[in-house]
């Protein structure tokens, strides 16, 4: 696990590739390269080790400019190629939830997505190069993101002002995943990459395949394909939690008991997905313009939530998804006041349909959409420098069936914003603002008439009700100041955020996540104000970035259940109120020497929230606090780590939510690298859950029925060349 300073994504973070971006054609001056285990401070590791274990995924190019380290306005998180090596799970949630201020919805193992500072759905965006997956992931938990770990090269988790230019609702973070299907550099002869893994806990099987062509005139081909097939989960243990367990037993009915002892297997849970794309580039020095196709198709079952009514069946869901998207990046250097304009655009058809234990279609979505971004990044004069740029998106959402919870509708937004710094000796000042034009549409249908009654007689009705515009205005400042070695760091920001159309207008039941949903038409803006003190030490032998936020929110919108049964499903609703969140997260790593012929290092990672709703009490679906601990250790070509985590019990719960005990999981890998003049080739070796222990998630909505996995031994190749 490996960190980087939020170095002055104040000049950049042009949001999308920013990042990594035309590594090749930039001078080695304007690389930063990140803190953590084998950073650019970290001692240099002699002879073989070195070869084997080059950091160069872990360098960022900041639009060709060179940052230090030590800016702390925020921070960047980073699962670089190798780490996701033998980190790699189904769903991007699970493959980042060991991550600093990270947990997962944990709605099975297809469909979490990932949680940043107990932030979920819009709050915490999961992006691919800077613009939006464009499917309906952040709309239901049983809604898997289509972006496929096994083709990302890179994976960022963003906190901070800097966020600003990306949405203007990233109050928790944002996750970005930077692929290669856009070719950033011409290489100088056929570029592979390939990747298997199996994993035994869901006898997992999956590969990824990727190749770069140069075709002369300074143009690139890509080509890359992903596939994997994986069993129903192994679980440590028993599937109902202890108190559904007990209630179980209790009962008449003999079926009914039987739930009692289900162990072992977490019973449709079984999937697969496959990915193709290709893409084309012209690059040519810091000039690249190009483009890409992809198409995307998953079918998963969704964890069942098991009915202890013998009166009411269980929902039994699996959900087929496909999407088709196009991309397009353009990079353009411009001279004068300007550095560089960046392009980024992308289109999708995306579509999926939930089925039932018998096959019966309950519900078919559909969404179209597209969005973009244009940055212009300022050449740096006298300290001064920045970006500003305008972002659109349009995407629509339809559900055809007999569980049609929601009415067809559009959402548009349209944003502008900027982000300037000036640096002058010891201090660094950042300040960001960005305005959001949001319209949304919905079509009236019985859904909506029976909303409108149920939310009582001063809702809004007719067109008001269904044609809704927000304005959001969100802006941040801060500044950090060099301490001989350590950096500190003040921001304060202001966020807004337009409610979603499934927060307004939901309605029904939804079979995918086992819910009765109940939306709001009435919410306003959601508004946020925060303030955040980090630290951050990047030379010696111990590497620190620490963070202590506080945000208090009006109008904040959530989702709860209500205890109450409609159409055999648990009822969830929209709400608003006033809440605070407030927690911590910190990271570090340090190198303890060597000894017995191997150079020791650890790690160290905790984190925790809390949530308060006035009026309410907790806010739902919190992480706990939580501390794992890792030893690391290399000789020659081998890499080792040994790490423990340990989650406390979750007993600050919302009305109507369950505590979740804690746990204490064991894991442990060892990577080898065969050939220290080739370290593209690395085998790995992973255990997981080491002790078979039966843990449950206090951020899953299944978690009193759906454990995490079990034991998992994992077996990894990775190679390049």
Do not use: C
């Amino acid at each position: 696990m490996k960190f980087i300073s939020y170095a002055a994504l104040a000049a950049v973070l042009p949001a999308f590739p920013a990042f990594a971006q035309q590594a090749p054609a930039i001078d080695s001056a304007a690389v930063v390269e990140p803190t953590g285990v084998g950073g650019a401070d970290a001692p240099p590791t002699p002879g073989d080790a070195a070869k084997a274990h080059p950091d160069e995924d872990q360098a960022i190019v900041i639009t060709g400019t060179k940052r230090q380290v030590g800016d702390v306005l925020g921070n960047v998180s980073v699962v670089d190629k190798e780490e996701l090596t033998h980190d790699m799970k189904p769903s991007l949630g699970d493959t980042l939830a060991d991550m600093p201020g990270v947990s997962s919805t944990s709605f099975g193992p297809s469909a979490s997505r990932p949680i940043l500072r107990g932030e979920q759905g819009e709050r915490a965006p999961v992006l691919i190069d800077g613009i939006s997956s464009l499917d309906l992931s952040a709309t239901d938990p049983d809604h898997a993101v289509t972006i496929n770990p096994l083709t990302a090269e890179r994976i960022e988790i963003l906190h901070g002002p800097g966020a600003l230019l990306y949405s203007s609702s990233v109050i928790g973070g944002v996750v970005n995943v930077t692929d290669t299907r856009i070719p950033r550099h011409y290489p100088q002869d056929v570029d592979f990459d390939a990747v298997l893994n199996f994993g035994s806990a869901a006898n997992e099987r999956s590969g990824n395949l990727g190749i770069d062509v140069p075709l002369g005139g300074h143009f690139v081909a890509h080509a890359d394909g992903a596939y994997s097939k994986y069993d129903d989960l192994h679980v440590g243990g028993f599937l109902l939690s202890k108190a559904l367990r007990e209630q179980a037993l209790a009962s008449p009915d003999p079926d009914i008991r039987a739930l009692a002892d289900l162990k072992g297997k977490l019973p449709n849970t079984a999937g697969r997905s496959d990915d193709v794309a290709g893409g084309l580039a012209y690059v040519d020095g810091d000039l690249d313009v190009g483009v890409s196709y992809g198409h995307h198709d998953a079918k998963y079952g969704v964890p069942i939530r098991f009915s202890l009514d013998p009166s009411i069946e269980a929902e039994v869901p699996t959900i087929d998804a496909h999407q088709d998207r196009g991309d397009a990046r353009v990079n353009i250097p411009i001279g004068g006041l300007f550095k560089i304009f960046e392009f980024r655009g992308g289109i999708s058809k995306y579509r999926h349909s939930e089925a039932e234990a018998d096959g019966t279609i309950g519900s078919r979505f559909y969404s179209n959409g597209g969005e973009m971004r244009a940055d212009v990044v300022q050449n740096e004069r006298g300290g001064w420098g920045g970006t500003t740029g305008i972002q659109y998106l349009s995407q629509d959402a339809r559900i055809r069936g007999d569980e049609k919870y929601l009415p067809d509708s559009l959402k548009q937004n349209f944003g502008l914003f900027t982000l300037q710094t000036i640096e002058a000796g010891k201090v660094r000042i950042e300040a960001g603002a960005r305005v959001d034009f949001a319209k949304l549409h919905a079509d009236e249908d019985e859904g909506i008439a029976e909303l409108v009654q149920e939310v009582g007689e001063n809702s809004l009705v007719g067109s008001t009700a269904l044609r809704r515009n927000f304005t959001a205005v969100s802006g941040s400042i801060g500044a950090n100041y060099d301490l001989d070695g350590w950096r500190a760091g003040l921001s304060l920001s202001h966020s807004a955020r337009a409610p979603g159309i499934d927060e307004l207008y939901s309605f029904g039941p939804h079979g995918g996540s086992a819910q009765f949903l109940i939306g709001d038409p009435n919410l306003k803006t959601e508004k946020s104000n925060g303030v955040e003190l980090s630290v951050h030490r990047t030379t010696g032998p111990i590497h620190v970035q620490g963070s202590l936020y506080y945000s208090r929110y009006s109008n904040y919108i959530f989702q709860a259940p209500t205890g109450e049964i409609e159409d055999g499903l648990p009822v969830y609703e929209h709400f608003e109120g006033k809440a605070r969140y407030y927690g911590f997260e910190i990271e570090s790593d340090a190198r303890f020497g060597k000894a017995l012929g191997i150079d020791w290092g650890g790690e160290l990672v905790s984190d925790a929230v809390r949530a308060k709703i006035d009026g309410f009490g907790n806010a739902p679906e919190i992480p706990p606090f939580r501390v794992l601990a890792g030893l690391t250790g290399t000789r020659g070509q081998v890499d080792g780590r040994i790490e423990v985590e340990h989650a406390w019990a979750q007993h600050d719960n919302a009305p109507n939510e369950t505590p979740t005990p804690g746990y204490t999981m064991a894991n442990a890998s060892f990577d080898w690298h065969p050939f220290a003049a080739n370290p593209e080739l690395t085998l790995s070796l992973t255990a997981n859950n080491i002790f078979d222990v039966n843990a449950r998630r206090a951020t899953s909505e299944l978690k009193d029925y759906a454990p995490l996995g079990g034991r998992d031994i994992r077996l990894t190749a990775r190679v390049g060349f």
